[in-house]
Nanobody, 122 residues
Framework: QVQLVESGGGLVQAGGSLRLSCAAS????????MGWFRQAPGKEREFVGA????????MFADSVKGRFTISRDNGKNTVYLQMNSLKPEDTAVYYC???????????????WGKGTLVTVSS
């Protein structure tokens, strides 16, 4: 079992930055691809980005490419989402996920966090 707990959300002005963290319990954290998704009010949950088990590969949705980065520290069982140049349209609940496949189309997600709210004011 892996439990995921997100933190770091909050209110930020457009153009600002936030770093989200996702702390995982369980000794199998490093076995999983880790990803971030978000769900804006009235919209479906969408893929944001993902990082391979060893941190060597990352991928992002076009909407955040160049602004967001993902990193992980397997020694701390934590994955991070650094969000820069935030826009009002980035406002959403951000969810951490652990799985064997995580992407924009295909997913095999085993665990979800409960989410953290990010609000970007204009």
């Amino acid at each position: 079992q892996v439990q995921l707990v997100e933190s770091g959300g909050g209110l930020v002005q457009a153009g600002g930055s936030l770093r989200l963290s996702c702390a995982a319990s369980g000794r199998t954290f490093s076995h999983y691809i880790m990803g971030w998704f978000r769900q804006a009010p009235g919209k479906e949950r969408e893929f944001v980005g993902a990082i391979s088990w060893d941190g060597s590969n990352t991928m992002f949705a076009d909407s955040v490419k160049g602004r967001f980065t993902i990193s992980r520290d397997n020694g701390k069982n934590t994955v991070y989402l650094q969000m820069n140049s935030l826009k009002p349209e980035d406002t959403a609940v951000y969810y951490c996920a652990a799985g064997l496949i995580i992407g924009e189309v295909t997913n095999d997600i085993h665990y979800w966090g409960k989410g953290t709210l990010v609000t970007v004011s204009s």
